[in-house]
């Protein structure tokens, strides 16, 4: 794979060394004419294209992100960031900062969706940018592909199946879609998908979409990513819906757990039994 990469980049890989496994395929570090990169490889080609253009449009928006140095067939090569140890209050600062700064984005045609179909993790996300109601894009384009891809997968009864089913179709008496604007989500804030350099945050690994932007919030509390300083922060700029905590947190942390559903199964799927049961369901 180095000769490869080196003929790809038509200079020589100095150095190659396995730095993790991903979701579709193993992470290694590259040093190339004395620089240090993260190289991304998997037979899902098509993945690591979406994954090059992702970083590429949040470039474009504004947003910290590694450099796409090379994305050509198994290979996505990126700038290496090299992340600084911070305090807890000021790594949710920052991040609070940065995902401020993403959610401010928005399209012209106030659609939601995106250009083109992303990916999360390993599993599609289908991005059919031909709604302005947010309940219907959440229902159809995200929680029910997933829903069907665990029941599928035998990760969840049928009888589940028809309370998500029977949820997706009264969402919008569910959410006050009055006071959402499309706003571009990373779609997948965890703490591993975001790193702390000296001169602030970076995020990685995006699933992104436009939708609202508490969705993101309800994930980072599924999670636990962050906490009190960040919600401060964030708040500052954004301040949160009254619905927020009862409604929306319960209601947008089924689609994150269903793809753990869907890639892990066992706990996951009593955690959606409990987001349910939560939701009246």
Known sequence: MQAELSEALGQVVEAWEYFGQGQIGALYKATVAGQEYVVKTSVQEDKLAIEARMLDDLHDAGIRVPKVMLSQGPFLMLEHIKSVPKDRSAEESEAAKLLASLHAVTNESRMYGYYYDTTIGPFPQINEQTQYNWALFLGQMRMMPMARRCYDGGRISKQMMERLELLCQDLYKRIDMSRITPSLLHGDVWSGNILFEKQGACLIDPAIYYGDR????????????????????????????????????????????????????GSYAGQLEQLLKRLKV
């Open 214 to 265: 508490e969705m993101e919030l309800a994930f980072i509390l599924l999670f636990d990513t962050f906490g009190e300083t960040f919600f401060d922060r964030y708040s500052e700029v954004h301040p949160l819906s009254e619905e927020f905590y009862e409604t929306k947190v319960p209601l947008y942390q089924l689609y994150p757990v269903l793809v753990h559903v869907a890639l892990y199964g």
